[in-house]
């Protein structure tokens, strides 16, 4: 299957040898988007609800580029690195998808690039 490779400079540049997101068909794989300002590529400033806050404005600005939106997504992991704050990301997490409730899987990590405190992925069908 022929496969598209989606970028936006509205969502930081990928660090590595990865794409922001591929489409294939109609579904849609948005790389794990860490709590980084597009526009300088540092960590957004403040607790893990602001970094959750960015890494979801990073997955909405790639979704958008791709001619979706959150209520298209299907599936997501929220990867953190202390489960004590899952309560805070799920908090903004909620604010993000409203109504739309994909699957998820939420797991806690050693360490994240970057030393963040929340990293997020989702899949959409387009």
């Given at each position: ?10 969502a930081?540049k990928?660090i590595?040898?990865?794409s ?7 579904m ?6 860490v709590?980084?300002v597009p526009e300088t590529?540092?960590i ?8 959750a ?6 997955v ?11 209520s298209?997504v ?12 899952f ?7 909620a604010?993000?998808f409203?109504?739309?409730?994909p ?10 690039p970057k030393?963040?405190?929340v990293?997020?992925e989702?899949?959409?069908v387009?």
């Amino acid at each position: 299957m022929k496969h598209e490779i989606i970028h936006t400079d509205n969502a930081p540049k990928a660090i590595g040898p990865y794409s922001q997101a591929i489409k294939a068909g109609n579904m849609l794989f948005v790389s794990g988007q860490v709590p980084f300002v597009p526009e300088t590529m540092e960590i957004v400033e403040g607790d893990v609800k602001a970094q959750a806050a960015q890494s979801l404005k990073n997955v909405k600005a790639i979704l958008a580029q791709a001619g979706a939106d959150f209520s298209h997504v299907v599936k997501s992991t929220v990867f953190i690195k202390d489960m004590n704050e899952f309560g805070a990301i799920n908090e903004v997490y909620a604010e993000y998808f409203g109504d739309n409730k994909p699957a998820r899987a939420c797991v806690e990590v050693a360490r994240l690039p970057k030393d963040v405190k929340v990293e997020i992925e989702v899949i959409a069908v387009l």
